[in-house]
Each structure stands twice: as C-alpha cells, then as structure tokens.
C-alpha cells in the first residue's frame, strides 16, 4: 500500500529469512500456530488509517447509544440468553477489506463486527518476531490509539483481570489446546499468568463455578470468555450439556459477556450508515429484492468463519430461506490487489482491536491483525497451496 516501503521489503525477501521468521514465531509454543503465517505485513499509510478509525469512530457512535441494547434484543438466541449482562462490551473486534471503490481508489470497507476477543495476545508477540527477522522501517507500529506494549498490555491485564488475582480468572474455550488459534491462549497464560480452561473442566457448586489449578481446587471469579455458542452447538452432547452451566444464574464476571458475541455482530450492520459500511438489510424487512441481486451476498446472522455465505446469489437462493429473520443481504465490496507478491497480488483484510475498560465512555483502538488472501475470500479454504497469503499484521506510518 505504500509501494516504495513495499519494493523494499520484497527486495530483501528471502525464503530462508521466512523459514527463519516462522521458527522463531514457533520458538516458545512448538507446533501452536496451526494457521498460516503470512510472508509479509502490510505497511499502511496515514490516510488510510485515518479513514479506518474515522469509521470505527462512527460505528462506535451507535454502540454508546442509549438505546442500542434495546435496539439490539432480538439479536441474542433465546436459547443461548446468558444472565447478568453487563453495560456494554469489553472488546470490539472490526473487520475491514481493503477495497477498490467504483473510481479506482482504495478505501476500507467494512465486513463485520463481533462483541469479542480475538488474538489479543498472539498480536503483541507477532509485530516483534517479524521486526527481528524483515526491515520495518522506524516510523511504523502495529498499536494504535497512542498505546505501546506496555500500555496496551496494562489494559487487557486490567479488563480481564478486573479486580482479581490470575488463579481466580481462566480462559474459558471448548477443547482450547484443538483449537486453531490457541497459541493465542498460550500467549495470554505468557502475559497475563491466566490458564486457558475447558468448559468441561467447570466444578459447579451452587452459584459458583471451580477448576482445578495443578491440583487445587480454586474458584472462579472472572471469565475471560472465548465460547463461540454456535461452536459449542456442533460439539458432542457431553460438551454441550457441560456447556449448559454457563446459561445459569452464576456468581461470576464475565469479560466479556457472551451476550455482546450476538449484540455486536452482523445484527449490526443494518443500523449503521456510513460510506465505508456497505448498505446492509434484514432479509425479513426487504419488500423485494434488489434489481442487481447479483451485486450482494447473503449472510446468516448465527455464524461464525464465514459459514452459510452464499456469494453467488440468485432470486432462488432467497427463496428457499425458511428463517429471513435471521439472514441478512450485504452489499458486495470488491477487494483490491492490493499487496505485490512474487507471482499474483494478494487481497487484504484488517482487523481492529477496540478496548472498552469498565467506567469508561467509549472504547478505545488499540491494536490489530491482518490476512492475506488470494482466494475468493479471506479464509483457509479459499487459499490452499498458496503463498503470501494467511495471518499476519499492519504497521501502520505514524
């Protein structure tokens, strides 16, 4: 995005530098990094940065409504409905394409939104692997909002922490050291002295929940929560049942709580007008179908790593939608060829951390990821047998 800091950087590529990089990444958790890693970040000029946040900032702006959380009611399942919500969500996760508009110029485009965590941790690790082993030039970071490691680190130790010491706070995952994301997990045990828990692990005693800490049986105060329901409805009906305690009255903290996961989502996406949001509709309030149908994507509201998007869409694909309700008709956003690479260019999408401590008005940008993609869409499927393309980070110029 920023050619001559790219022509730079390609230059100097070399795939044992890669090799070299990835051992590194893998040095302190051997085999946790079970998605791709990108070859490269992305370098991202000041002005686009500034149209990023400008439109979190606006998307934010309806989230800190009053009257959002009633606006949002109908968007958590009866069936998942997690009592003693609290005011608002700890963490904003914003997920932009680099896309090409209809006059050739690059600008962000929103692609969804989740009330929950993401790699937290993994990403305050990554940006300084990558600087041992790539030039990245001086004027460039990876945080955003003013934060550096040690803030940035201050304040996720203070939103998931709370006001309790690490053994009373778990990372609670199903089957967390299987999933594909847990070197994350093992980052947060690295920084923040938390154990990634299953949720079959839970001892319930009345109100309160317990795990075993190496031997100890130690209560549970605080959640940092990473339970996907949707996940957990595919699980076995032994998981599931475990799984249904978290759907009691309990005395914990949660961090954040499961409900936002739905609350701030693709369910979303109708209320905000913005010009890098694309036009979005509930699929059950449209009185008819656009004339370019060809030019939307049909997206359930109840899934998780793009499962149910129907890309290609027809008139017979609304048709055969038993539950409009719970679909939604977006926009198609055309991603750019944006990241020079040996052979084709790759695609880009950003994902933008915001932070929202307790007391505070509004959350905060903090930090960020990226991946890299040569497929139809961002995603592992999409990108097999492919280089230059997975997970990555933006440096962005200051």
């Given at each position: 995005m920023i050619p001559s800091v790219r022509r730079e950087y390609n230059s100097q590529f070399t795939e044992e530098k890669y090799q070299a990089y990835l051992r590194d990444l893998n040095g302190p958790h051997p085999g946790a990094i079970e998605f791709r890693v990108a070859e490269t970040p992305v370098f991202v000029p000041k002005d686009f940065t500034r149209k990023?946040?400008?439109?979190?900032?606006r998307i934010v702006d309806v989230i800190v409504d009053p009257k959002f959380k009633e606006m949002t009611d109908r968007a958590i399942p009866a069936d998942v409905y997690v009592p003693n919500e609290n005011g608002h969500s700890h963490f904003?996760?914003?997920?932009?394409?680099?896309?090409?508009?209809?006059?050739?110029?690059?600008?962000?485009?929103?692609?969804?939104?989740?009330?929950?965590?993401?790699?937290?941790?993994?990403?305050?690790?990554?940006?300084?692997?990558?600087?041992?082993?790539?030039?990245?030039?001086?004027?460039?970071?990876?945080?955003?909002?003013?934060?550096?490691?040690?803030?940035?680190?201050?304040?996720?130790?203070?939103?998931?922490?709370?006001?309790?010491?690490?053994?009373?706070?778990?990372?609670?995952?199903?089957?967390?050291?299987?999933?594909?994301?847990?070197?994350?997990?093992?980052?947060?045990?690295?920084?923040?002295?938390?154990?990634?828990?299953?949720?079959?692990?839970?001892?319930?005693?009345?109100?309160?929940?317990?795990?075993?800490?190496?031997?100890?049986?130690?209560?549970?105060?605080?959640?940092?929560?990473?339970?996907?329901?949707?996940?957990?409805?595919?699980q076995s009906e032994e998981i599931q049942q475990k799984g249904k305690v978290l759907l009691e009255d309990l005395a914990v903290e949660w961090a954040p709580h499961p409900n936002w996961f739905y609350r701030i989502s693709k369910y979303t996406l109708p209320f905000v007008k913005h010009p890098n949001v694309p036009e979005t509709f509930f699929l059950n309030e449209l009185k008819q179908p656009p004339a370019d149908l060809e030019n939307y994507v049909l997206k359930p509201l109840f899934s998780f790593a793009g499962q149910g998007v129907i890309i290609d869409l027809v008139a017979a694909d609304?048709?055969?939608?038993?539950?409009?309700?719970?679909?939604?008709?977006?926009?198609?956003?055309?991603?750019?060829?944006?990241?020079?690479?040996?052979?084709?260019?790759?695609?880009?999408?950003?994902?933008?951390?915001?932070?929202?401590?307790?007391?505070?008005?509004?959350?905060?940008?903090?930090?960020?990821?990226?991946?890299?993609?040569?497929?139809?869409?961002?995603?592992?499927?999409?990108?097999?047998?492919?280089?230059?393309?997975?997970?990555?980070?933006?440096?962005?110029?200051?």
């Open positions: 990023i946040i400008d439109t979190c900032e904003i996760a914003f997920d932009f394409g680099v896309c090409e508009n209809e006059r050739g110029e690059l600008e962000p485009q929103l692609i969804e939104m989740q009330g929950f965590p993401t790699l937290f941790a993994f990403q305050v690790y990554q940006p300084e692997v990558i600087r041992r082993h790539f030039p990245i030039p001086e004027n460039f970071d990876a945080y955003l909002g003013g934060f550096n490691k040690e803030t940035y680190l201050e304040l996720l130790r203070k939103i998931v922490l709370g006001n309790h010491a690490p053994e009373n706070v778990i990372l609670l995952e199903i089957l967390p050291h299987q999933q594909k994301t847990r070197i994350d997990f093992y980052c947060t045990q690295d920084y923040l002295h938390i154990k990634p828990v299953c949720i079959t692990e839970l001892i319930q005693e009345g109100r309160k929940l317990y795990y075993d800490n190496e031997g100890k049986k130690t209560e549970v105060k605080r959640i940092y929560n990473r339970v996907i329901f949707d996940d957990l409805q595919q609304l048709e055969k939608v038993k539950d409009p309700e719970n679909w939604i008709l977006q926009r198609k956003v055309k991603y750019a060829d944006v990241i020079p690479t040996p052979d084709i260019p790759a695609k880009a999408e950003f994902r933008i951390f915001y932070f929202w401590e307790d007391g505070a008005p509004r959350p905060v940008p903090t930090n960020n990821l990226a991946r890299l993609s040569k497929g139809k869409m961002i995603g592992v499927r999409y990108n097999k047998d492919k280089e230059w393309v997975g997970g990555t980070v933006c440096f962005f110029e200051k």
